[in-house]
Nanobody
Framework: QVHLVESGGGLVQAGGSLRLSCAAS????????MGWFRQAPGKEREFAGG????????YYTDSVKGRFTISRDNAKKTVYLQMNSLKPEDTAVYYC????????????????????WGQGTQVTVSS
């Protein structure tokens, strides 16, 4: 079991930045590849990117590549999503999630392959 808690969301103007955090309380956090997802009103949950359990490699979807950066600090049991050059279309609830299998370095875009989820944090980008 991994409990995840996101923080850092809020309201920002287009072009601005936000940094989301996702904190875990279990030491096993360091053995899970982590993903960041987002869900806009009326839309399906969308995979934004992921970071391997060791933290050495990351993956981003085209919609956020070059603007978002994922990092993790396994000693602090926290994964981060730095969002720069935000656009109104980035408005969504953002979720962090841990892949179902430990020591798995894949980044599947299918939410069903992630077993543990945070409660989500709202990000609103005004034009």
């Amino acid at each position: 079991q991994v409990h995840l808690v996101e923080s850092g969301g809020g309201l920002v103007q287009a072009g601005g930045s936000l940094r989301l955090s996702c904190a875990a309380s279990e030491r096993t956090f360091s053995s899970y590849t982590m993903g960041w997802f987002r869900q806009a009103p009326g839309k399906e949950r969308e995979f934004a990117g992921g970071i391997s359990w060791r933290g050495g490699t990351t993956y981003y979807t085209d919609s956020v590549k070059g603007r978002f950066t994922i990092s993790r600090d396994n000693a602090k049991k926290t994964v981060y999503l730095q969002m720069n050059s935000l656009k109104p279309e980035d408005t969504a609830v953002y979720y962090c999630a841990a892949l179902s299998v430990r020591y798995d370095s894949r980044w599947p875009p299918n939410p069903a392959e992630y077993r543990y989820w945070g409660q989500g944090t709202q990000v609103t980008v005004s034009s």
